[in-house]
Protein backbone atom coordinates (compact mmCIF):
# COMPACT_ATOMS: atom_id res chain seq x y z
CA UNK A 1 0.00 0.00 0.00
CA UNK A 2 1.03 3.58 -0.46
CA UNK A 3 1.70 5.72 2.44
CA UNK A 4 -0.77 7.95 3.44
CA UNK A 5 0.19 11.69 3.90
CA UNK A 6 -0.38 13.80 6.79
CA UNK A 7 -3.28 16.30 5.67
CA UNK A 8 -3.25 20.38 5.76
CA UNK A 9 -5.43 20.24 9.06
CA UNK A 10 -3.35 17.13 10.75
CA UNK A 11 0.40 19.17 10.06
CA UNK A 12 -1.51 22.38 11.13
CA UNK A 13 -2.55 20.90 14.58
CA UNK A 14 0.86 19.43 15.44
CA UNK A 15 2.58 22.73 14.77
CA UNK A 16 -0.03 24.75 16.54
CA UNK A 17 0.19 22.79 19.58
CA UNK A 18 4.04 22.91 19.01
CA UNK A 19 3.96 26.35 18.96
CA UNK A 20 1.99 27.11 22.24
CA UNK A 21 4.16 24.60 24.77
CA UNK A 22 7.41 26.76 23.22
CA UNK A 23 6.32 30.64 23.14
CA UNK A 24 3.46 29.82 25.59
CA UNK A 25 0.66 31.81 23.34
CA UNK A 26 -1.34 31.42 20.54
CA UNK A 27 0.46 31.30 16.59
CA UNK A 28 -1.97 33.49 14.59
CA UNK A 29 0.08 33.14 10.59
CA UNK A 30 -0.33 29.99 9.14
CA UNK A 31 1.42 28.92 5.50
CA UNK A 32 2.30 26.69 3.63
CA UNK A 33 3.90 25.56 0.54
CA UNK A 34 4.78 21.86 -1.44
CA UNK A 35 7.05 19.95 -2.47
CA UNK A 36 7.18 18.89 -5.86
CA UNK A 37 8.14 15.60 -8.33
CA UNK A 38 9.50 16.49 -11.84
CA UNK A 39 7.50 14.36 -14.32
CA UNK A 40 10.07 14.33 -17.35
CA UNK A 41 12.71 17.45 -18.42
CA UNK A 42 15.81 16.28 -15.52
CA UNK A 43 18.70 18.54 -15.15
CA UNK A 44 17.15 20.80 -18.59
CA UNK A 45 16.82 23.55 -15.99
CA UNK A 46 19.63 25.06 -15.55
CA UNK A 47 20.40 24.70 -19.55
CA UNK A 48 17.20 27.03 -20.16
CA UNK A 49 15.35 23.89 -21.57
CA UNK A 50 11.96 22.98 -20.46
CA UNK A 51 10.87 21.43 -17.41
CA UNK A 52 7.04 19.41 -16.04
CA UNK A 53 6.77 19.16 -12.47
CA UNK A 54 3.91 19.49 -10.27
CA UNK A 55 3.23 19.92 -7.00
CA UNK A 56 2.64 17.43 -4.14
CA UNK A 57 -0.04 17.26 -1.40
CA UNK A 58 3.31 16.66 0.69
CA UNK A 59 3.78 20.16 2.09
CA UNK A 60 6.00 22.26 4.89
CA UNK A 61 3.73 24.10 7.04
CA UNK A 62 5.23 27.22 8.96
CA UNK A 63 2.72 28.91 11.90
CA UNK A 64 3.74 31.67 14.08
CA UNK A 65 3.93 35.07 15.12
CA UNK A 66 5.27 38.59 15.65
CA UNK A 67 7.53 38.53 18.85
CA UNK A 68 8.69 41.96 20.74
CA UNK A 69 11.82 40.23 21.69
CA UNK A 70 15.20 41.41 19.49
CA UNK A 71 15.41 37.55 17.80
CA UNK A 72 13.75 35.54 15.89
CA UNK A 73 12.94 32.04 17.16
CA UNK A 74 12.22 29.33 15.06
CA UNK A 75 11.86 25.40 15.91
CA UNK A 76 11.63 22.81 13.17
CA UNK A 77 9.74 19.38 14.53
CA UNK A 78 11.71 17.84 10.75
CA UNK A 79 12.96 14.78 12.82
CA UNK A 80 15.74 14.16 9.71
CA UNK A 81 17.73 17.19 9.73
CA UNK A 82 20.88 16.03 12.09
CA UNK A 83 21.79 19.11 13.79
CA UNK A 84 19.70 21.29 16.59
CA UNK A 85 15.92 21.61 15.70
CA UNK A 86 15.92 24.83 17.51
CA UNK A 87 17.50 28.18 16.07
CA UNK A 88 17.56 32.08 17.26
CA UNK A 89 18.84 35.00 15.08
CA UNK A 90 18.14 38.69 14.75
CA UNK A 91 16.15 40.47 11.86
CA UNK A 92 16.52 44.15 12.77
CA UNK A 93 18.53 44.65 9.75
CA UNK A 94 17.98 42.05 7.37
CA UNK A 95 20.92 43.08 4.80
CA UNK A 96 23.77 42.03 8.04
CA UNK A 97 22.29 38.64 7.97
CA UNK A 98 24.52 35.71 7.38
CA UNK A 99 24.75 32.10 6.82
CA UNK A 100 25.71 29.96 9.72
CA UNK A 101 24.72 27.24 11.89
CA UNK A 102 22.49 25.43 11.89
CA UNK A 103 22.83 24.67 8.43
CA UNK A 104 19.23 24.17 7.90
CA UNK A 105 17.96 27.64 8.83
CA UNK A 106 20.14 29.05 6.17
CA UNK A 107 17.52 28.59 3.81
CA UNK A 108 15.53 30.34 6.32
CA UNK A 109 17.67 33.16 6.49
CA UNK A 110 18.51 33.77 2.83
CA UNK A 111 14.65 34.27 2.42
CA UNK A 112 14.39 37.07 5.26
CA UNK A 113 17.88 38.68 3.69
CA UNK A 114 16.05 38.22 0.11
CA UNK A 115 12.76 39.51 1.06
CA UNK A 116 11.00 42.77 -0.28
CA UNK A 117 11.54 44.76 3.05
CA UNK A 118 12.78 44.42 6.44
CA UNK A 119 10.91 42.16 8.64
CA UNK A 120 9.87 42.28 12.20
CA UNK A 121 10.97 39.79 14.70
CA UNK A 122 8.71 36.51 14.76
CA UNK A 123 8.48 33.54 15.97
CA UNK A 124 7.97 29.98 14.33
CA UNK A 125 7.71 26.64 14.02
CA UNK A 126 8.02 24.46 10.97
CA UNK A 127 6.06 20.93 10.43
CA UNK A 128 6.73 19.36 7.21
CA UNK A 129 5.41 16.08 5.76
CA UNK A 130 8.00 16.58 2.45
CA UNK A 131 10.85 14.01 2.79
CA UNK A 132 13.97 15.59 3.46
CA UNK A 133 16.66 15.35 0.87
CA UNK A 134 14.82 12.54 -1.01
CA UNK A 135 14.51 14.62 -4.26
CA UNK A 136 10.51 16.32 -3.61
CA UNK A 137 12.60 19.41 -2.59
CA UNK A 138 11.90 19.91 0.94
CA UNK A 139 14.46 22.53 0.55
CA UNK A 140 12.39 24.96 -2.29
CA UNK A 141 8.96 23.99 0.33
CA UNK A 142 10.63 25.61 3.13
CA UNK A 143 12.10 28.63 1.34
CA UNK A 144 8.79 29.17 -0.43
CA UNK A 145 6.69 28.33 3.21
CA UNK A 146 9.44 30.54 4.82
CA UNK A 147 8.96 33.74 1.70
CA UNK A 148 5.21 33.14 2.02
CA UNK A 149 5.33 33.71 6.05
CA UNK A 150 7.09 36.77 5.40
CA UNK A 151 4.32 38.00 3.21
CA UNK A 152 1.66 37.36 5.83
CA UNK A 153 3.80 38.60 8.54
CA UNK A 154 4.81 41.79 6.87
CA UNK A 155 1.42 42.24 4.47
CA UNK A 156 3.72 43.15 1.65
CA UNK A 157 3.71 40.90 -1.22
CA UNK A 158 5.41 40.10 -4.57
CA UNK A 159 4.27 42.08 -7.55
CA UNK A 160 4.92 38.64 -9.58
CA UNK A 161 5.19 35.49 -8.54
CA UNK A 162 8.13 34.93 -10.38
CA UNK A 163 9.76 37.62 -8.13
CA UNK A 164 8.84 35.56 -5.27
CA UNK A 165 10.23 31.98 -7.35
CA UNK A 166 13.25 33.91 -7.87
CA UNK A 167 13.95 35.46 -4.45
CA UNK A 168 13.81 32.03 -2.78
CA UNK A 169 16.31 30.55 -5.18
CA UNK A 170 19.05 33.31 -4.10
CA UNK A 171 18.53 32.21 -0.61
CA UNK A 172 19.46 28.89 -1.67
CA UNK A 173 22.68 30.32 -4.09
CA UNK A 174 23.31 32.39 -1.31
CA UNK A 175 22.77 31.18 1.85
CA UNK A 176 22.83 27.01 1.82
CA UNK A 177 25.28 27.65 -0.81
CA UNK A 178 23.02 24.88 -3.41
CA UNK A 179 23.34 26.54 -6.85
CA UNK A 180 19.90 25.01 -7.97
CA UNK A 181 18.29 25.61 -10.94
CA UNK A 182 14.74 27.61 -10.90
CA UNK A 183 12.00 24.65 -11.27
CA UNK A 184 11.64 23.96 -7.59
CA UNK A 185 11.07 27.13 -6.86
CA UNK A 186 8.38 28.07 -9.43
CA UNK A 187 6.43 25.01 -8.64
CA UNK A 188 6.43 25.39 -5.02
CA UNK A 189 4.73 29.14 -5.96
CA UNK A 190 2.93 28.39 -8.75
CA UNK A 191 1.68 24.81 -8.22
CA UNK A 192 -2.44 24.33 -9.77
CA UNK A 193 -4.17 21.63 -8.81
CA UNK A 194 -4.62 19.00 -11.03
CA UNK A 195 -2.14 20.54 -12.80
CA UNK A 196 1.54 19.92 -13.94
CA UNK A 197 3.85 22.90 -14.59
CA UNK A 198 5.32 23.52 -17.78
CA UNK A 199 7.90 25.40 -17.18
CA UNK A 200 10.23 27.32 -20.06
CA UNK A 201 13.57 28.14 -18.04
CA UNK A 202 14.91 30.24 -20.18
CA UNK A 203 12.09 33.37 -20.61
CA UNK A 204 10.26 31.98 -17.18
CA UNK A 205 7.07 31.61 -19.18
CA UNK A 206 4.60 28.95 -17.58
CA UNK A 207 1.78 27.36 -19.38
CA UNK A 208 -0.78 24.62 -16.48
CA UNK A 209 -1.00 21.42 -17.96
CA UNK A 210 -4.40 19.56 -16.91
CA UNK A 211 -3.42 16.07 -15.64
CA UNK A 212 -6.52 15.36 -13.50
CA UNK A 213 -8.70 13.88 -15.97
CA UNK A 214 -6.26 11.75 -16.65
CA UNK A 215 -8.76 8.84 -15.39
CA UNK A 216 -7.33 5.51 -15.31
CA UNK A 217 -3.57 6.48 -14.66
CA UNK A 218 -1.84 8.12 -11.92
CA UNK A 219 1.58 8.81 -11.20
CA UNK A 220 2.98 6.67 -8.07
CA UNK A 221 6.16 8.04 -6.72
CA UNK A 222 8.56 5.51 -4.94
CA UNK A 223 10.90 6.59 -2.26
CA UNK A 224 14.47 4.28 -2.43
CA UNK A 225 15.36 5.63 0.95
CA UNK A 226 18.62 4.92 -0.11
CA UNK A 227 21.17 8.05 1.12
CA UNK A 228 22.53 10.51 -1.64
CA UNK A 229 25.71 9.42 -2.61
CA UNK A 230 28.42 12.38 -4.21
CA UNK A 231 25.00 14.53 -4.99
CA UNK A 232 26.03 18.09 -4.92
CA UNK A 233 29.82 17.43 -5.87
CA UNK A 234 28.20 15.69 -9.05
CA UNK A 235 25.71 18.44 -9.73
CA UNK A 236 27.93 21.03 -9.95
CA UNK A 237 30.35 19.23 -12.16
CA UNK A 238 27.69 18.43 -14.68
CA UNK A 239 26.59 21.69 -14.66
CA UNK A 240 30.02 22.86 -15.49
CA UNK A 241 30.46 20.34 -18.16
CA UNK A 242 27.17 21.52 -19.83
CA UNK A 243 28.23 25.20 -19.42
CA UNK A 244 31.84 24.87 -20.80
CA UNK A 245 29.96 22.70 -23.98
CA UNK A 246 28.16 25.40 -24.41
CA UNK A 247 30.78 27.71 -24.42
CA UNK A 248 32.79 25.76 -26.59
CA UNK A 249 29.59 25.77 -29.41
CA UNK A 250 29.59 29.75 -29.06
CA UNK A 251 26.20 28.83 -27.36
CA UNK A 252 24.60 31.36 -24.33
CA UNK A 253 23.20 27.35 -23.12
CA UNK A 254 22.50 24.27 -24.11
CA UNK A 255 18.89 25.32 -25.37
CA UNK A 256 20.61 26.80 -28.41
CA UNK A 257 22.33 23.68 -29.44
CA UNK A 258 21.03 20.89 -31.67
CA UNK A 259 22.12 17.21 -32.33
CA UNK A 260 24.42 18.16 -35.14
CA UNK A 261 25.96 20.27 -32.68
CA UNK A 262 27.53 17.34 -31.34
CA UNK A 263 29.68 16.40 -34.23
CA UNK A 264 31.15 19.99 -33.24
CA UNK A 265 32.17 18.78 -30.36
CA UNK A 266 33.31 15.64 -31.12
CA UNK A 267 35.76 17.65 -34.31
CA UNK A 268 36.88 19.67 -31.04
CA UNK A 269 37.95 16.33 -29.52
CA UNK A 270 35.89 17.23 -26.41
CA UNK A 271 36.12 14.96 -23.62
CA UNK A 272 33.55 11.84 -24.55
CA UNK A 273 32.02 12.83 -21.29
CA UNK A 274 31.06 16.24 -22.33
CA UNK A 275 29.31 14.56 -25.91
CA UNK A 276 27.19 12.06 -23.00
CA UNK A 277 26.08 15.06 -21.23
CA UNK A 278 25.05 17.46 -24.00
CA UNK A 279 23.56 14.07 -25.69
CA UNK A 280 21.67 13.96 -22.82
CA UNK A 281 20.11 17.67 -22.18
CA UNK A 282 19.25 18.16 -25.87
CA UNK A 283 17.45 14.49 -26.13
CA UNK A 284 15.48 15.54 -22.53
CA UNK A 285 14.81 19.01 -23.75
CA UNK A 286 13.57 17.72 -27.10
CA UNK A 287 11.44 14.81 -24.98
CA UNK A 288 9.50 17.42 -22.34
CA UNK A 289 8.10 18.89 -25.30
CA UNK A 290 6.86 15.75 -26.79
CA UNK A 291 5.67 14.37 -23.39
CA UNK A 292 3.63 17.48 -23.12
CA UNK A 293 2.04 17.38 -26.45
CA UNK A 294 1.01 13.38 -25.69
CA UNK A 295 -0.65 14.64 -22.21
CA UNK A 296 -2.29 17.09 -24.21
CA UNK A 297 -3.20 14.24 -26.72
CA UNK A 298 -4.29 12.09 -23.56
CA UNK A 299 -1.62 9.77 -25.36
CA UNK A 300 -0.19 8.12 -21.90
CA UNK A 301 1.32 5.14 -23.46
CA UNK A 302 3.82 8.29 -25.48
CA UNK A 303 4.21 9.80 -22.06
CA UNK A 304 5.36 6.58 -20.78
CA UNK A 305 7.39 5.43 -23.54
CA UNK A 306 9.50 9.39 -23.30
CA UNK A 307 9.75 8.88 -19.34
CA UNK A 308 11.76 5.49 -19.86
CA UNK A 309 13.72 6.88 -22.26
CA UNK A 310 14.34 9.82 -20.43
CA UNK A 311 15.54 7.04 -17.64
CA UNK A 312 17.84 5.73 -19.85
CA UNK A 313 19.37 8.96 -20.75
CA UNK A 314 19.78 10.07 -17.32
CA UNK A 315 21.77 6.48 -16.73
CA UNK A 316 23.66 6.11 -19.58
CA UNK A 317 24.42 9.41 -20.92
CA UNK A 318 24.12 12.07 -17.68
CA UNK A 319 25.15 8.85 -15.52
CA UNK A 320 23.04 10.19 -12.28
CA UNK A 321 21.28 7.33 -11.41
CA UNK A 322 22.19 4.76 -8.84
CA UNK A 323 21.74 0.56 -8.47
CA UNK A 324 18.79 1.52 -6.09
CA UNK A 325 16.98 3.67 -8.90
CA UNK A 326 18.21 1.27 -11.73
CA UNK A 327 16.50 -1.84 -9.71
CA UNK A 328 13.03 0.44 -8.77
CA UNK A 329 12.49 1.94 -12.31
CA UNK A 330 13.34 -2.26 -13.91
CA UNK A 331 11.15 -3.42 -11.12
CA UNK A 332 8.35 -1.31 -12.05
CA UNK A 333 8.34 -2.06 -15.77
CA UNK A 334 8.05 -5.45 -15.38
CA UNK A 335 4.58 -4.89 -14.68
CA UNK A 336 1.68 -5.18 -17.23
CA UNK A 337 -0.45 -1.68 -16.85
CA UNK A 338 3.20 -0.04 -16.17
CA UNK A 339 3.51 2.94 -18.83
CA UNK A 340 6.79 4.46 -18.05
CA UNK A 341 8.97 4.83 -14.80
CA UNK A 342 12.26 7.20 -14.28
CA UNK A 343 14.19 8.51 -11.87
CA UNK A 344 13.06 11.90 -10.41
CA UNK A 345 14.83 14.87 -9.17
CA UNK A 346 18.93 15.04 -9.81
CA UNK A 347 19.74 11.51 -8.98
CA UNK A 348 22.41 9.54 -7.01
CA UNK A 349 19.27 8.53 -4.59
CA UNK A 350 15.91 9.89 -3.66
CA UNK A 351 12.71 8.19 -5.59
CA UNK A 352 11.27 7.49 -9.04
CA UNK A 353 8.07 8.68 -10.95
CA UNK A 354 6.35 6.09 -12.61
CA UNK A 355 3.37 6.43 -14.64
CA UNK A 356 0.66 3.23 -14.18
CA UNK A 357 -2.74 2.19 -14.52
CA UNK A 358 -4.78 2.80 -11.42
CA UNK A 359 -5.40 -0.98 -10.96
CA UNK A 360 -2.11 -2.37 -11.02
CA UNK A 361 -0.56 0.38 -7.90
CA UNK A 362 -0.72 -2.70 -5.33
CA UNK A 363 0.39 -5.21 -7.64
CA UNK A 364 3.77 -3.19 -8.75
CA UNK A 365 4.33 -1.77 -5.31
CA UNK A 366 4.18 -5.25 -3.91
CA UNK A 367 6.61 -6.60 -7.16
CA UNK A 368 8.90 -3.63 -6.40
CA UNK A 369 8.89 -4.48 -2.52
CA UNK A 370 9.95 -7.83 -3.63
CA UNK A 371 12.96 -6.93 -5.82
CA UNK A 372 13.98 -3.97 -3.84
CA UNK A 373 16.44 -5.22 -1.04
CA UNK A 374 16.30 -1.51 0.21
CA UNK A 375 13.38 -0.16 2.32
CA UNK A 376 11.01 1.75 -0.50
CA UNK A 377 8.01 4.18 0.36
CA UNK A 378 5.56 4.67 -2.35
CA UNK A 379 3.22 7.47 -2.51
CA UNK A 380 0.38 8.60 -5.45
CA UNK A 381 1.10 12.03 -6.72
CA UNK A 382 -1.91 14.19 -7.03
CA UNK A 383 -1.23 17.24 -8.25
CA UNK A 384 -1.49 19.39 -5.63
CA UNK A 385 -1.73 23.51 -5.05
CA UNK A 386 0.78 25.81 -4.83
CA UNK A 387 2.18 28.45 -1.54
CA UNK A 388 -0.99 29.79 0.56
CA UNK A 389 -1.65 31.49 3.72
CA UNK A 390 -3.78 29.17 5.57
CA UNK A 391 -6.61 29.99 8.06
CA UNK A 392 -5.51 29.74 12.11
CA UNK A 393 -8.41 28.20 12.69
P1 LIG B 1 15.46 18.02 -1.14
O1 LIG B 1 15.17 19.43 -1.50
O2 LIG B 1 15.49 17.11 -2.31
O3 LIG B 1 14.58 17.48 -0.06
P2 LIG B 1 17.96 19.20 -0.34
O4 LIG B 1 19.26 18.62 0.03
O5 LIG B 1 17.90 20.16 -1.46
O6 LIG B 1 16.95 17.98 -0.57
O7 LIG B 1 17.34 19.96 0.92
C1 LIG B 1 17.28 19.32 2.17
C2 LIG B 1 17.70 20.30 3.25
O8 LIG B 1 16.69 21.33 3.40
C3 LIG B 1 17.79 19.66 4.62
O9 LIG B 1 19.06 19.07 4.82
C4 LIG B 1 17.54 20.84 5.55
O10 LIG B 1 18.72 21.61 5.68
C5 LIG B 1 16.54 21.67 4.76
N1 LIG B 1 15.15 21.36 5.15
C6 LIG B 1 14.17 20.89 4.34
N2 LIG B 1 13.01 20.75 5.02
C7 LIG B 1 13.25 21.12 6.29
C8 LIG B 1 12.46 21.20 7.49
N3 LIG B 1 11.18 20.86 7.52
N4 LIG B 1 13.06 21.65 8.62
C9 LIG B 1 14.36 22.02 8.60
N5 LIG B 1 15.14 21.96 7.51
C10 LIG B 1 14.62 21.52 6.38
MG1 LIG C 1 16.36 20.66 -2.74
Redesign the pocket.
Known amino acids: MATTVLNVNEIKSKALDAFVNKFGENANICVCAP?RVNLIGEHTDYNEGFVLPMALPMI?LIVGKRSNLEKCNIV???E???SE?YVEFEVSSRKNIKPGE???????KGCVANFICDVPSFNAV???S?????????????EVATYTFLEALTGVKSEKPEDKALACQRA?HDF?G?P?GIM?QFISVMGKEGHALLLDCRDLSIKQIPISQINDYVFLITNSNAP?KL??SAYCKRRDCCYEAAKRLNKGSLREVSISDIQVLKAQNVPKEMIKRTRHVITEIQRTIEAVDALEKRDFNKFGQLMNESHDSLKNDYEVSSIELDTLVAAAREINGVLGSRLT??GFG?CTVTLLKKDVIDETINHIKAKYSGNATFYIATPAMGARILDIN
Open positions: GTSLSIISNPKWANYIIVSVPVGAGLSSSAALEAVCDHSSGAG
